[in-house]
């Protein structure tokens, strides 16, 4: 680090202890995952001897190949990209409709929903049991929509979204509305053009949601056609950390013989980067519509 004209010798020793403290945490943060992705793509036999750290020791793509050559995880991993993708792009549109009725405190219905909205948002949630009968009533049980209907409308993504809305100066819709402009005119050819950077935020957070979701997989389904990537991950995590750990004999019941080559501990991480992988990916893009969006869609209004 060159040091700044005029700096004082104690300033550059705080900064150079500053550095070396957020090194340590940034180094920290990030081995996990260089071990998590050594031990994937190292030799499944070799991983049983232990000792593997920082890369791999015999480089080997025989856990990926075991994941996507089984038919069940590999039609796990579509469920989760179906579910992630129509999720994120329904909760994204139906919360940001719900967001611009609040702003238009004119609208008709507009006090008896706002009261319906923050009732529901401090004291909704329901239970189990009560959450488990009202999707079996609605036909939602043991069906995919069960990913996609109950996300379609987050509270706190509305309060997000209506807040960034106030942000926006009104002469910007009401000239549309001069040049004879609908409401749904000026919401998606005004509005939306004007807020990405809180349309990739919430988009961000509500892909994440439903790319790690497993829950409710495990509670309102029991179709094995609509079991996600997450869930047979987080089944495979729950029997290594049972009294009977995952052995070559319970991998080999799993997956029929292919898996009695390949180490467990290999296995999960390998689950572990692909389920990690697509959001990582998919975050340099939003990178720059993230924290302005954040921020503002918090603050102001």
Sequence with gaps: MKPRIGTKPGDRIFEGIIVAVLAVVGISMLYPFLYVLAVSLNDPADT?????????RVFSL?????????GELFAATLVSVARTVAGTCLT??????????????????????????FFAMFFGGGGLIPTYMLYLNLGLYNTFFVYIVPFVINLWYVVLFRTYFMSIPGDLSEAARVDGAND????????????????????????????????????YTTD?????????????????EGEKMIDRAAMFEIFHGDAALTDPLSLRMAITVITVVPIVCVYPFLQKYFMKGIMVGSMKG
Aim: with cysteine; proline share 4%.
């Design 224 to 240: 094995t056609r609509l079991r996600t990537l997450q869930y047979i991950c987080m089944e495979m995590i729950k029997k290594a």
């Design 92 to 117: 994204v549109l139906f919360s940001s409709l719900f967001a611009f009725l609040f702003t238009r405190s004119d609208f008709v219905l507009y006090k008896p929903m706002k009261a319906i909205f």
């Design 184 to 219: 749904l005119q000026v919401f998606f050819r005004i509005l939306i053009p004007v807020s990405k950077p809180i349309y990739a935020t919430v988009g961000l957070y509500a892909a994440v949601t439903q790319w790690n979701s497993w829950r409710d997989t495990l509670y």
């Design 48 to 56: 049983e001897l232990g000792g593997i750290w920082l890369y791999p």
């Design 62 to 70: 025989e856990s990926y190949r075991l994941i996507f050559r089984e």
